[in-house]
């Protein structure tokens, strides 16, 4: 059974960071591509940032472009989304993803993660 577990979510006050951090039971290398997503109360899911555990290009949102970086450790187990210069329009709950297919696969509307982790909430107050 794969489970992804999040963790280093928190309030912070704008302007402020914080890392997420994501741990895959099996390994991120187990993935075809990985990534974070984020979805506030009544709003639409909004990919934030994926990339390809195996190495291939890295996509982030225009929103957080300059300001989020995704990362793995090097034993290729962690995911880690680091979140700089946070905003109040950041604020929402934050998920860890990993799928069998492209990442531009997995950001197609309505395609559901084949794994996915149960989120952990950022609030970033003004």
């Known amino acids: 059974q794969v489970q992804l577990v999040e963790s280093g979510g928190g309030s912070v006050q704008a302007g402020g960071s914080l890392r997420l951090s994501c741990a895959a039971s099996?390994?991120?290398?187990?993935?075809?591509?990985m990534g974070w997503f984020r979805q506030a109360p009544g709003e639409e899911r909004e990919w934030v940032a994926t990339m390809y555990p195996g190495g291939g290009v890295t996509y982030y949102a225009d929103s957080v472009k300059g300001r989020f970086t995704i990362s793995q450790d090097s034993a290729k187990i962690t995911l880690y989304l680091q979140m700089d210069s946070l905003k109040p329009e950041d604020t929402a709950m934050y998920y860890c993803a990993a799928d069998s297919l492209s990442c531009s696969s997995l950001r197609r509307p309505g395609r559901q993660p084949n794994y996915g982790g149960q989120g952990t909430q950022v609030t970033v107050s003004s």
């Open positions: 099996r390994g991120t290398y187990n993935f075809v591509c």
